[in-house]
């Protein structure tokens, strides 16, 4: 994705950077595979707050899960593990999902949580807590697609789109198709 940094500055004249609370369950992922994310996305111009690196020993793990509130965005990493925690409000998932879930179901809009499965169900259904099974998500449960999803990520984030929507033009010329009919005549 470092190609992907250049190219973001050159479009804008530089960005500012962004932050983005990073939500998952220790028993789904490991943290080797937290550190290469966050490492990407930091290359990217991304501040991850994640609880490996911002949460020390002796501060207050509610005050540091409210960041997120405050995050431009917060990514919802869910396996099976996260998915049950957070469908039964257990831990500390089901503390960070009371505080999300209702942002979630009261704006349907929304884009400030982005839903994420790291793995998959024997139906091949990605694990997501109930309150986000409607919402669009990311698979991260392919590694080879690591780099191509945390584009997507950092797509939204900045508000791009990796495919770009035609324009419509301003008015529709109707008469102009039938003029170039009868001048063939």
Known sequence: VDHLKGKLYM?????E??????????????????HKLVKEL?????ECIVDIYDLQLGQDVNYFMEQMKRADKVLILSGKVYKEKADNREGGVGTETQIISNDV??????????????DKDENG??????YLESRK???FSNNKLFTDTVEEIVNHIYGFSSIKKPKVK?????????RRIIKKK
């Open 11 to 15: 479009q804008e004249g530089g960005l």
């Open 17 to 34: 950077k962004k932050t983005l609370f990073i939500s998952y369950c220790h028993k789904d992922i490991q943290k080797r595979w937290i």
């Open 42 to 46: 930091g290359n990217n111009g991304i």
């Open 105 to 118: 179901y009261n704006n349907v809009k929304q884009t400030k949580f982005i839903p994420a499965f790291v």
């Open 125 to 130: 259904n990605g694990y997501l807590p109930h």
């Open 137 to 139: 998500y990311i698979d």
């Open 170 to 178: 301003k008015t529709y010329k109707r008469q102009s198709r039938y």
